[in-house]
C-alpha cells in the first residue's frame, strides 16, 4: 500500500492565486513528521515546511501552510500569492519508525505550473 | 559554499563496474542518508546512518552498500552495476530534533 499518497501528477494556477497541492499518508506510528520539498528544473530539493503528528498548530513558512488533518491523515500544503517561480515539482514526505527502525518515504510528486 | 556536496556530478559507467558516489557535509548533522530518485516514483531511500558506527538499510539496499567514514562523509558503492541503477542519485542530511533534511545537488548516473 502507498505510504504517500498524492493525487494531483499535475496542477496549473494563475500567478498571484493560492494553490492547494494534496498529500494524504498512512501510518500506524502516533509519532511521525510530515514534510514538504520542492524540486525545481534544476534538480535540487529544497525543505519548504515541517509538521510534527503532535502540532496542534498547522505549521505556516512565509508563503507556504501546511493545513493538517490528523484524524483524515492529510497534509496539504496551500501556497499563497503564488509566483512564477513556483513552478516545480513538489514532494510529500513522512519520517515514521516501523519495524526496522526509522523510515522516510516521498510521494510520487505533484508538478506545479504557474501561468503568467 | 554548499552545505551538502555530491561527487561526481554526472557519470556514465558500464555495466559490471564498481562506482562509488561520495557525500560530504558541513552542517555538522549527524544523520546522513541516500536516496535514488526514478521518474514518477518519488524518491526511495537506499540507506542511512545516524551516527558514524550505524548503518541502517532503507527501502532499496539490494545492489548497494555504504560507508560512513567519518561524521562529515558518507559514501555509496554499486559494486557491480546493472542498467537499471540508471538514476539521480541524492544525500542528505538532518539533524536529530526535527528531521527535515537537507539534500545534496545529487548525481546523476548512467549505466550502459
Known amino acids: 500500500a502507498q505510504k504517500i499518497t498524492q493525487t494531483q501528477p499535475g496542477m496549473f494556477v494563475q500567478e498571484k492565486e493560492a494553490v492547494t497541492l494534496d498529500c494524504t499518508y498512512d501510518?500506524?506510528?502516533?509519532?511521525?513528521?510530515l514534510f514538504w520539498y520542492k524540486q525545481p528544473s534544476s534538480g535540487e530539493m529544497i525543505f519548504l515546511i515541517y509538521q510534527g503528528s503532535y502540532d496542534e498548530q498547522n505549521a505556516t513558512e512565509g508563503r507556504y501552510s501546511l493545513n493538517f488533518q490528523k484524524a483524515r491523515k492529510s497534509a496539504n500544503l496551500v501556497i499563497s500569492a503564488s509566483q512564477l517561480g513556483d513552478s516545480a515539482m513538489y514532494f510529500c514526505?513522512?519520517?515514521?519508525?516501523?519495524?526496522?527502525?526509522?523510515?522516510?518515504?516521498f510521494g510520487p510528486g505533484t508538478r506545479l505550473s504557474v501561468l503568467p | 559554499d554548499a552545505d551538502v556536496t555530491q561527487t561526481p556530478r554526472n557519470r556514465i559507467t558500464k555495466t559490471g563496474k564498481r562506482i562509488m558516489l561520495e557525500c560530504s557535509q558541513t552542517k555538522g548533522h549527524d544523520r546522513m542518508y541516500w536516496y535514488r530518485q526514478d521518474p514518477g516514483l518519488g524518491l526511495r531511500l537506499i540507506y542511512y546512518?545516524?551516527?558514524?558506527?550505524?548503518?541502517n538499510k532503507g527501502e532499496i539496499s539490494d545492489g548497494y552498500s555504504v560507508s560512513r567514514q567519518a561524521q562529515a562523509k558518507f559514501s555509496l558503492s554499486l559494486e557491480s552495476a546493472i542498467p537499471n541503477q540508471t538514476a539521480l542519485y541524492f544525500c542528505?542530511?538532518?539533524?536529530?530534533?526535527?528531521?527535515?533534511?537537507?539534500f545534496g545537488p545529487g548525481t546523476r548516473l548512467t549505466v550502459t
Open positions: 546512518s545516524f551516527d558514524v558506527k550505524d548503518i
Open positions: 514526505a513522512m519520517r515514521e519508525v516501523d519495524n526496522y527502525g526509522q523510515n522516510f518515504v
Open positions: 501510518t500506524s506510528d502516533q509519532s511521525y513528521g
Open positions: 542528505a542530511t538532518s539533524d536529530y530534533f526535527r528531521g527535515e533534511q537537507y
